[in-house]
């Protein structure tokens, strides 16, 4: 299947068993030193590599900067870029290996068409021409509203930026969301709550300095590596950090932590305002900042005032003498750098919690200055850019829908009149998106680069919604994923090292990624199907003129960089030549700030005021949006708001018939549905089938051991794994949500209804009401016995938070 059965190059440390590599340590408010990972195709020496094309990772939002090796038109590596502000030379395991997936055989090389109920081949010209004669179609019966496009958090920021002036202002729908709404949707809001703005506050060199790191929900360890072994080399050198951990797993974060807090599931905010309660009735609050800074700092005293860590202990479950520990490492901190990740985001009451970690640096003073920052983590590489672009629901540039001076604006750049641009309900979200689908409003849908069919909730619905004969389905990427081959037309997309493009990470670093190698066969980028659609649709501004005038990537930047000026994301001082010139750059990057901004917020909040801001804000428990008077009145001056919430039990909660809490989540190995990791031969060996994780006292009581094949299942489904005891906390089950079926035969798909082994069978159809992000942390299982196992342990990693549980007298 794939040509690269690869090993490592000799010199180098087995990156698989050693996925953080050797330490280079550091001491508090130095720089990180260098260290460059290389992984050459086996046999060939880095003199042999005939270019090194300048790209970054592209499998998680971390932004490592690396060098592509390319030999007689092949990519035959990688090289970590030593210069670059984001990883100084550090690559992990997936970046080391994940490239070889692109040279499989089983690539996409033709469109494909449904024709008599099969999938089968034509050429570009027949394939487009489908696609824009449903789309005129649909236009003329139906109208705008009938379209809908749902894309992604791994294309480039020009290939957004193109798609989000297709939808919106060409086709004119409101039916534009990525599947960020899944990932970082929750990150977006909790900014625009708390800054009334989208933008990340902090910047990864507050690792550097901070002498407390919190960890929420964060499994940095497996998810974000390169930042990880950041905080190994931290913890390795002088004044190390002590590390603050609030997960209901044993993370390598965890194991590392001065206070590991393991909730249950979906509790988040009762911890988080037991923190609060804490950090305000020691006193450690920096009322200077909260003054000159904040509005609504009291309703958050009064609403906090009751939540005694006894009172959350209870609700979380976690010692309340924990609690108190936690509290006095936050509340002694004089650099406290927090990250946030899914186990916040996807769980209950989401951005309600991501919220109160916000709070907790506001009411600390804890933002804008080297150590002190908040890191509303991204997930996938360019999810900042599909916010930034509009390509999330969201209007390009961080610009407010509800606000008509920020409509105008956008017409203006456009040249479009303002109604033209969809602002008058909400953007949808995705979730909407697929019931609109569903219920046959949506009667076309665009999908890019995301495989709904394994990472939506609930699949036997996501399955009968893209079957239905009144949908056209469309689907754009690499492989014959489990989506694509549920759709009406396939279209074969070029990717990563093929194409050109920039991308930009969760600390604002842009970098660009040149083309490296030809596509295979007739697979094109992205925005060449984008403007090749434009250019038939022959979309035009008001004056008749080309509403897409550019032509290829390059020009698109330029067209973006004249929507980003005066915004938050103000991309002005970039340029594909300075991008290439070596490290990445943070945005804002202006004419005034050309070597970019490290953090934002060093001298106030900038962009909550009500002319300005991007969102006027909502209710942390109903969503209900704030009315745009109502916030004018509340922050006039545009602080920072201090938002309160509190907590309410999780939506589906244990019961006898299901008694554990079913939470998923990720590995280091496998990025999401698999399609690049599950076809790059170390990365699959390394976490091949599913498993699912138990404690050693869940696993007695129900007389498992690790290795036996059970069924967990939840009221919407079923999946067949097998059992790994670890140290997860009591009452829990956790899945990796990796595996889907494009590797697996035919007969062992499951046919609606039966075991599958794709996490999201079981999970459940529900979302924040803030963010409208799906909750895919908290749901309620039974786990129950199929087959013994023969002793052969379950196909989990054992250095990560899979590892085995230490057995008893082990002393570990
Ligand atoms: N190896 C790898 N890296 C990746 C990815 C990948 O697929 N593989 N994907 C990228 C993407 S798109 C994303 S979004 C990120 C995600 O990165 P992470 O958020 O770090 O990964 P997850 O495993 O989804 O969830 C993190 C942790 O949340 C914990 N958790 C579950 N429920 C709760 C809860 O109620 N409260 C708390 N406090 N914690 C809880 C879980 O135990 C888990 O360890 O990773 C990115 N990086
Ligand atoms: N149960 C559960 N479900 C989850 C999560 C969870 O923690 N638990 N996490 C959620 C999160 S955070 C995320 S981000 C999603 C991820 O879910 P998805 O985005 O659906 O997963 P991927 O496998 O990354 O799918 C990306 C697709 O894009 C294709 N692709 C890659 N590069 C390109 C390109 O350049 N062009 C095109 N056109 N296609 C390309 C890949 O082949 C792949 O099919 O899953 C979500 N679902
Ligand atoms: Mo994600």
Not at 239 to 267: E, I, K, M, S, Y
Not at 363 to 389: D, F, H, K, Y
Request: glycine share 8%; with cysteine.
């Amino acid at each position: 299947m794939n040509a690269f059965a690869g090993g490592d190059s000799p010199a180098s440390v087995d990156r698989i068993a050693e996925p953080w590599g050797v330490r280079t340590p550091y001491a508090s408010g130095a720089e990180w030193p260098v260290r460059t990972d290389v992984q050459l195709y086996p046999g060939v020496t880095e003199e042999e590599v005939e270019r090194w094309v300048p790209a970054a990772s592209l499998l998680h939002s971390n932004g490592d900067a690396m060098d592509i090796a390319v030999r007689d038109g092949r990519m035959v590596g990688v090289r970590g870029r030593a210069v670059d502000r984001v990883n100084r030379g550090r690559l992990g395991p997936k970046d080391l290996f994940g490239w070889q997936a692109g040279g499989s055989a089983d690539r996409l090389t033709r469109p494909l068409v449904r024709e008599g109920g099969r999938l089968v081949e034509c050429d570009w010209e027949h394939a487009m021409g489908r696609l824009v004669d449903r789309s005129k179609r649909l236009l003329e019966e139906r109208g705008p509203g009938s379209i809908g496009f749902y894309t992604t958090g791994q294309l480039f920021l020009e290939e957004y930026y193109t798609l989000s002036v297709v939808a919106r202002a060409g086709i004119g729908t409101a039916h534009l969301d990525g599947n960020t709404r899944l990932c970082t949707s929750t990150a977006a809001e909790a900014l625009k709550e708390s800054f009334g703005c989208d933008g990340q506050p902090g910047s990864y060199t507050d690792v550097d300095h901070a002498d407390v790191i919190a960890l929420f929900g964060h499994n940095m360890a497996e998810t974000q590596p390169v930042l990880w072994m950041r905080v190994l080399d931290r913890l390795e050198g002088a004044a190390p950090p002590r590390l603050v951990c609030v997960d209901p797993r044993p993370t390598p974060a965890a194991r590392r932590a001065a206070v590991h807090l393991a909730p249950r599931a979906g509790t988040n905010v009762a911890l988080l305002n037991a923190l609060l309660h804490e950090i305000i009735r020691t006193d450690r609050v920096d009322h200077d900042y909260v003054r000159a800074h904040t509005v609504g700092y009291d309703e958050l005293a009064a609403r906090v005032e009751g939540c005694t860590p006894r009172w959350a202990a209870r609700i979380c479950d976690v010692p309340a003498t924990a609690i108190e520990e936690a509290a006095e490492l936050l509340g002694g901190a004089e650099r406290l750098l927090s990250t946030v990740l899914q186990g916040v985001y996807q769980s209950h009451q989401a951005t309600a919690a991501a919220v109160q970690v916000n709070n907790l640096h506001l009411v600390r003073g804890m933002l804008g200055r080297p150590g002190a920052g908040v890191l509303q983590m991204n997930g996938q590489p360019s999810a900042q850019n599909t916010r930034e672009c509009g390509a999330n629901g969201d209007l390009p540039g961080f610009r407010n829908w509800q606000n008509d001076e920020h409509v105008a604006d956008l017409a203006r750049i456009w040249n479009v009149t303002p109604q033209t641009i969809p602002h008058h309900t909400p953007p949808s979200h995705a979730m909407q998106m697929f019931r609109y689908a569903e219920q046959g409003t949506i009667r076309m849908l665009w999908i890019t680069g995301t495989n709904p069919a394994v990472s939506l909730p609930e699949l036997s619905r996501i399955r009968s919604v893209l079957r239905q004969d009144r949908l056209f389905t469309v689907v754009q990427d690499l492989f014959l994923t489990e989506t694509a081959q549920l759709a009406d037309l396939v279209l074969p997309a070029a990717t990563w090292g093929e194409k050109t493009g920039t991308l930009t990470n969760a600390d604002r670093t842009v970098h660009l990624c040149d083309k490296a190698v030809e596509p295979p066969g007739e697979a094109r980028p992205d925005l060449d199907i984008f403007l090749d659609y434009a250019a038939r649709m022959d979309f035009r501004d008001k004056d008749g003129g080309l509403l897409v005038s550019w032509k290829d990537a390059e020009s698109a930047f330029e067209a973006w960089k004249l929507c980003s000026a005066g915004r938050p994301c103000d991309y002005t001082g970039l340029s594909y030549d300075r991008l290439r010139e070596g490290s990445g750059i943070q945005w804002p990057c202006t004419e005034e700030a050309p070597d970019g901004t490290e953090r934002l917020y060093t001298d106030g909040i900038t962009w909550a005021h009500p002319d300005l801001c991007e969102e006027y804000g909502k209710d942390l428990v109903t969503g209900a949006s704030v009315e745009p008077v109502e916030y004018r009145s509340l922050n006039p001056d545009g602080k920072a708001i201090v938002k309160a919430a509190e907590y309410l039990p999780p939506h589906e909660d244990t019961t006898p018939r299901f008694p554990l809490q079913l939470t998923t989540g990720r590995t280091l190995y496998h990025f999401h549905t698999r399609t690049k990791t599950g076809r790059v031969p170390r990365l699959d060996a390394a976490a091949p089938e599913l498993w699912a994780e138990i404690s050693a006292t869940e696993a007695t009581a129900r007389e498992l051991a690790e290795g036996d094949l059970v069924e967990v299942t939840t009221p919407r489904g079923a999946v067949r794994a097998r059992v790994r005891v670890t140290a997860i906390r009591d009452g829990m089950v956790f899945l990796p949500f990796h595996y889907g079926y494009w590797d697996t035969p035919e007969g062992h798909r499951p046919p609606d209804g039966t075991a599958g082994r794709a996490a999201n069978e079981t999970t459940i159809t529900d979302w924040d009401p803030v963010s409208k992000q799906p909750v895919f942390k908290t749901a309620a299982a039974q786990v129950r016995l199929l087959e013994r196992g023969d002793g052969t342990p379950a196909p989990a990693p054992t250095v990560t938070a899979s590892a085995p549980a230490p057995t008893p007298g082990s002393g570990s």
